[in-house]
């Protein structure tokens, strides 16, 4: 299988002796107090009073023996579809869109139901998607039970697998319980997942008390996480491209080390969604082909460690379906598969993410298509 390094062996080495580093000093904020307890309890220094952990090697290098290699995601018929692990790629539509694209008028107009259904036919028709995502947020709904109600309708009109996530502590039982539904029971669920969830620290250096929960509760549950860091090169992150995945890799490790910690064993993936930053016009192009640089390097210090990798490229900072979107979200597709991130979000994405588009996943779907075939190689 063909593949692109970007990182060195010294190199990845040194990226996570400074990630060690930043966990010991400044330390991690970690605002939940359950998962601070869970620290303590494994050895880490606690500052109560600031909600900083300090999280030393050993602790971090114990949570990760624990960690699978490798895992499945399954169908509703309960056959494995996604294979987390090793060198496979797969993909999935970018998610969390707020706006839709009219095809008609060349609008970007607020998501609604519809819209997320025909996004979810549009993948489920085309076989380059392996799984389904929760790719937009039905705005008629309310957002108290916004997370849960994309799930639900995803769950209604597809048989892939889902990347989905919760953004609240008290929506993700809720949602794991209708996951179990169709598994047959939160046991079954365990041991064939049919979904993985997106579980997001806050940049620099902080896990949230929701991020944080979330974690446990998933690893508990025995149901995937999926971190996705967001580093910002030059606002939220270091400006360099190392920099930036030097702080990706503290964000994870620290996420690694509560996650384990509440349910060892449970399944992670090492993701992200990093971005460098317009300093001139506030924007983050996940278009740029440093961004794409970012999620290729992350990705092979996450298999370095033997972790399953996740990443946010096949999208594109075009406003619309031309030239620009095809070329920047080909481009993004075809490194992602040659860095053989293990699940490639993103497709379908314009606007920085902000937008949806259905005609934009066939194009895309095209894109993918051919990098799939890049990696078949020639024999």
């Given at each position: 299988?063909?593949?692109?390094?970007?990182?060195?062996?010294?190199?990845?080495?040194?990226?996570?002796?400074?990630?060690?580093?930043?966990?010991?000093?400044?330390?991690?904020?970690?605002?939940?107090?359950?998962?601070?307890?869970?620290?303590?309890?494994?050895?880490?220094?606690?500052?109560?009073?600031?909600?900083?952990?300090?999280?030393?090697?050993?602790?971090?290098?114990?949570?990760?023996?624990?960690?699978?290699?490798?895992?499945?995601?399954?169908?509703?018929?309960?056959?494995?579809?996604?294979?987390?692990?090793?060198?496979?790629?797969?993909?999935?539509?970018?998610?969390?869109?707020?706006?839709?694209?009219?095809?008609?008028?060349?609008?970007?107009?607020?998501?609604?139901?519809?819209?997320?259904?025909?996004?979810?036919?549009?993948?489920?028709?085309?076989?380059?998607?392996d799984a389904q995502?929760?790719?937009?947020?039905?705005?008629?709904?309310?957002?108290?039970?916004?997370?849960?109600?994309?799930?639900?309708?995803?769950?209604?009109?597809?048989?892939?697998p889902i990347v989905?996530?919760?953004f609240s502590v008290?929506?993700?039982?809720?949602?794991?319980?209708?996951?179990?539904?169709?598994?047959?029971?939160?046991?079954?669920?365990?041991?064939?997942?049919?979904?993985?969830?997106?579980?997001?620290?806050?940049?620099?250096?902080?896990?949230?008390?929701?991020?944080?929960?979330?974690?446990?509760?998933?690893?508990?549950?025995?149901?995937?996480?999926?971190?996705?860091?967001?580093?910002?090169?030059?606002?939220?992150?270091?400006?360099?491209?190392?920099?930036?995945?030097?702080?990706?890799?503290?964000?994870?490790?620290?996420?690694?080390?509560?996650?384990?910690?509440?349910?060892?064993?449970?399944?992670?993936?090492?993701?992200?969604?990093?971005?460098?930053?317009?300093?001139?016009?506030?924007?983050?192009?996940?278009?740029?082909?440093?961004?794409?640089?970012?999620?290729?390097?992350?990705?092979?210090?996450?298999?370095?460690?033997?972790?399953?990798?996740?990443?946010?490229?096949?999208?594109?900072?075009?406003?619309?379906?031309?030239?620009?979107?095809?070329?920047?979200?080909?481009?993004?597709?075809?490194?992602?598969?040659?860095?053989?991130?293990?699940?490639?979000?993103?497709?379908?994405?314009?606007?920085?993410?902000?937008?949806?588009?259905?005609?934009?996943?066939?194009?895309?779907?095209?894109?993918?298509?051919?990098?799939?075939?890049?990696?078949?190689?020639?024999?």
């Amino acid at each position: 299988q063909p593949k692109i390094e970007l990182l060195t062996y010294d190199l990845i080495a040194r990226i996570l002796d400074e990630a060690f580093q930043l966990m010991m000093k400044p330390g991690i904020k970690v605002q939940s107090v359950e998962a601070r307890r869970l620290l303590a309890e494994a050895g880490a220094q606690i500052d109560e009073l600031n909600e900083i952990a300090y999280i030393p090697e050993k602790l971090v290098r114990q949570a990760l023996e624990t960690t699978p290699e490798q895992f499945y995601l399954y169908d509703r018929s309960g056959q494995p579809k996604v294979t987390y692990g090793g060198d496979a790629v797969h993909f999935d539509p970018g998610s969390s869109g707020v706006h839709i694209l009219d095809p008609e008028t060349l609008e970007h107009k607020p998501s609604y139901t519809a819209d997320l259904v025909r996004l979810v036919q549009v993948a489920e028709m085309l076989p380059e998607y392996d799984a389904q995502s929760t790719a937009v947020v039905c705005n008629e709904v309310p957002k108290a039970i916004g997370d849960i109600y994309r799930l639900y309708l995803v769950l209604l009109h597809s048989r892939k697998p889902i990347v989905t996530g919760a953004f609240s502590v008290q929506m993700l039982p809720a949602m794991i319980d209708m996951l179990a539904l169709f598994a047959g029971g939160r046991a079954e669920l365990a041991e064939k997942p049919q979904a993985i969830f997106d579980v997001c620290p806050s940049p620099p250096l902080i896990w949230s008390e929701f991020g944080a929960q979330n974690l446990i509760e998933l690893a508990r549950a025995q149901v995937p996480a999926e971190l996705v860091p967001m580093p910002l090169a030059g606002a939220a992150a270091p400006v360099t491209l190392l920099g930036a995945i030097v702080q990706h890799a503290a964000e994870s490790l620290s996420g690694i080390a509560i996650h384990q910690l509440a349910g060892p064993g449970a399944p992670i993936v090492w993701g992200g969604a990093p971005a460098i930053f317009d300093m001139r016009h506030g924007t983050t192009p996940m278009g740029a082909i440093e961004t794409a640089m970012l999620d290729a390097a992350y990705a092979q210090v996450g298999k370095a460690l033997r972790l399953p990798t996740h990443g946010y490229l096949g999208a594109s900072d075009a406003k619309i379906v031309d030239a620009q979107a095809g070329l920047e979200s080909g481009v993004s597709a075809m490194i992602a598969a040659l860095a053989g991130i293990n699940m490639v979000s993103g497709a379908g994405m314009l606007d920085f993410l902000a937008c949806q588009s259905a005609e934009k996943l066939v194009v895309d779907a095209e894109g993918i298509g051919m990098a799939q075939r890049m990696l078949a190689g020639i024999s």
